[in-house]
């Protein structure tokens, strides 16, 4: 079984534990080693094991290890990916044992990403890095999504969208079929998009409009 730490020892990291271990009973692959988190104190520990250290004591390990980041927030996932320069970490796909997938064969995926339980993913779609697909999030056919992105439960993307990097859906938004959501952009909880999105703002309503504070 291949060694693998969570980095982020809070409620998500305990979820992804919990989807590697269900991902264990059907295909052992996994032994959760323990937990990296910048801000709890090592040797702090849960039913899933303990914290490790941060990520200078992560850029130091001296032996392969896989990394799941547990992190919900765009912009500091990837201060903290960039952040890991230890040569022996790898950042697999960590993919819930009852995701939905229309013709695997069809779809592309890069490294770092985590799609959880009841997630579905039509045909032909196409997913970079790091990428948080909480439970219940649905990709339509033909939809591309960039890196960083964080979609929270029950999100639904409809068919033929692009996403870009660094987004951030709100549970149960939604966004319309053909659309372009770019980059930095933040889709309220419950929003409806019907049209293509301006980079580095924020969304909100049915339809979503700009919400200027």
């Not at 040569?87 to 985590?114: E, W, Y």
Request: hydrophobic residues 40%; proline residues 3%; charged residues 15%.
């Amino acid at each position: 079984m291949d060694n693998v730490a969570i980095y982020g020892f809070g409620g998500f990291g305990r979820e992804i534990a919990s989807i590697i271990q269900t991902i264990n009973l059907v295909n052992p692959k996994w032994n959760i080693i323990g937990f990296f988190d910048d801000g709890v104190a090592p040797g702090s520990s849960n039913r899933y094991g303990k914290v490790l250290g941060g990520i200078e004591e992560l850029n130091k390990w001296e032996s392969e290890l896989d990394v799941v980041m547990a992190i919900a927030s765009p912009a500091i996932l990837f201060k903290l990916v960039s952040g890991i320069t230890n040569q022996n970490v790898k950042f697999p796909n960590i993919i819930a044992p009852n995701v939905l997938m229309f013709d695997k064969n069809s779809l592309r995926l890069g490294q770092g990403n985590v799609i959880c339980h009841n997630c579905r993913l039509s045909c032909d779609v196409e997913i970079g890095d790091f990428n948080l697909l909480n439970g219940g999030v649905s990709l339509g056919h033909d939809v591309k999504v960039g890196n960083f992105n964080v979609m929270q439960p029950e999100v639904r993307v409809s068919g033929e969208t692009t996403i870009g990097n660094n987004n951030f859906f709100g549970v149960r938004s939604l966004v319309l079929q053909g659309l372009t959501i770019g980059c930095n952009t933040r889709i309220g909880t419950g929003s409806t998009v019907i049209r293509n999105t301006k980079d580095g703002m924020t969304y909100f309503g049915n339809p979503a409009k700009i919400l200027r504070i």
